[in-house]
T-cell receptor
């Protein structure tokens, strides 16, 4: 059974800093890896999805990488802004069936002006 | 933009009541999902549906049922609400592209915070 871990649980950085959020998973047969953002009291917003055949995906200031052999994914945020403050969740997609995913608990990011 | 709408943001019910949570998506997505989110436990899948009238149990289906009579609407039913079902409930949907659903992102609603007293 897939297990997804995100460390640290919380992170505080000054505005403008580049930062990396970490995600690890136990089953290297992962089908895809998604990164989501969740604002307080809200649902999840999909940021990036990396297929198992890919090594990275980019969207604006965000870059996500996937290393199946080491069981790790990272989300890189360049030039962080206070508006980036949120909880970031990663989710590993199952290889079988209808897109069953396993979520990490998330990293709560605070960007200090 | 995909819109997933959950009927209530906040809901308070009493123990033993039958509770209905409604979710509607406007993008003709085949897949729909119900999750609950609890502090320290993250998101856990309750049920999902890959077509009208089709459903599959997720990781924690006990105490819940679902209904999908129309493609755009997926309902979660708490048959007899209990205090341990107090939680944030999130609905999601995703597209099937060429028969392949596993590489399409899930789109989420804003959630329903349900309190059972």
């Amino acid at each position: 059974k897939q297990e997804v871990t995100q460390i640290p649980a919380a992170l505080s950085v000054p505005e403008g800093e580049n930062l990396v959020l970490n995600c690890s998973f136990t089953d290297s047969a992962i089908y895809n890896l998604q990164w989501f953002r969740q604002d307080p009291g809200k649902g999840l917003t999909s940021l990036l999805l990396i297929q198992s055949s890919q090594r990275e995906q980019t969207s604006g200031r965000l870059n996500a990488s996937l290393d199946k052999s080491s069981g790790r994914s990272t989300l890189y945020i360049a030039a962080s802004q206070p508006g980036d403050s949120a909880t970031y969740l990663c989710a590993g997609g199952d290889s079988g069936g209808y897109q069953k995913v396993t979520f990490g608990i998330g990293t709560k990011l605070q960007v200090i002006p | 933009d995909v819109k997933v709408t959950q009927s209530s943001r906040y809901l308070v019910k009493r123990t033993g009541e039958k509770v209905f949570l409604e979710c509607v998506q406007d993008m003709d997505h085949e897949n729909m999902f119900w999750y609950r989110q609890d502090p320290g436990l993250g998101l856990r899948l309750i049920y999902f549906s890959y077509d009208v009238k089709m459903k599959e149990k997720g990781d924690i289906p006990e105490g819940y049922s679902v209904s999908r009579e129309k493609k755009e609407r997926f309902s979660l039913i708490l048959e007899s609400a209990s205090t341990n079902q107090t939680s944030m409930y999130l609905c999601a949907s995703s597209y099937v592209l060429g028969g392949e659903s596993s590489n399409q992102p899930q789109h989420f609603g804003d959630g329903t915070r349900l309190s059972i007293l």
